[in-house]
């Protein structure tokens, strides 16, 4: 039984560092109820009384999988879901109404590809240094507000010749 309060270090190794908070630790443990190993990757984040807050544990059934791939596969996994939770948000995913299999796959490459060319065209004339995590509602927020400024200028030029 892994006990995330109190881990054992002698069982759970340190592996490495992430940021000057987050710790690295892995280790093969068994799983008594799926009767098999699994490989751990075990993140403590400390706080700054050196206290450890909100662990997070990654799981795989690759033993011979590395830590560092084992967090690179998670990291791009949720990369994965963001893509699906705004394409069915914001590309209409989830509402098809064919019935076809290649239609069916029409749809679902033509919204991943939407809320991928929509991020891509967004993110990357944006210089390296300055660039910082944002949604596709953000995307949206700024070109609506955009667009709202851009016609209350109007209608206030517009109101100006009237008079």
Not at 85 to 111: G, P, S, T
């Amino acid at each position: 039984m892994l006990d995330t309060h109190f881990i054992d270090h002698r069982r759970i190794r340190y592996c490495f560092k992430i940021d000057e908070d987050l710790y690295v630790f892995s280790s093969i443990v068994y799983d008594i109820s799926l009767k098999r190993y699994f490989r751990i990757v075990y993140i403590e984040n400390y706080s700054t009384k050196g206290y450890a807050n909100g662990p997070a544990i990654l799981f795989s059934a690759d033993l011979n999988l590395s830590p560092e791939k084992i967090l690179l596969y998670y990291k791009q996994r949720f990369q994965i879901e963001f893509l699906f939770r705004a394409a069915k948000n914001y590309a209409v995913l989830e509402h098809c109404k064919v019935r076809r299999e290649k239609k069916i796959n029409f749809h679902v490459n033509e919204a991943l590809t939407t809320i991928s060319l929509t991020k891509a065209l967004h993110y990357l004339p944006i210089p390296k240094e300055e660039r910082i995590s944002f949604s596709i509602l953000d995307i949206k927020t700024m070109y609506f507000n955009q667009l709202y400024y851009r016609f209350n200028i109007f209608k206030a030029s517009f109101r100006h010749k009237l008079q």
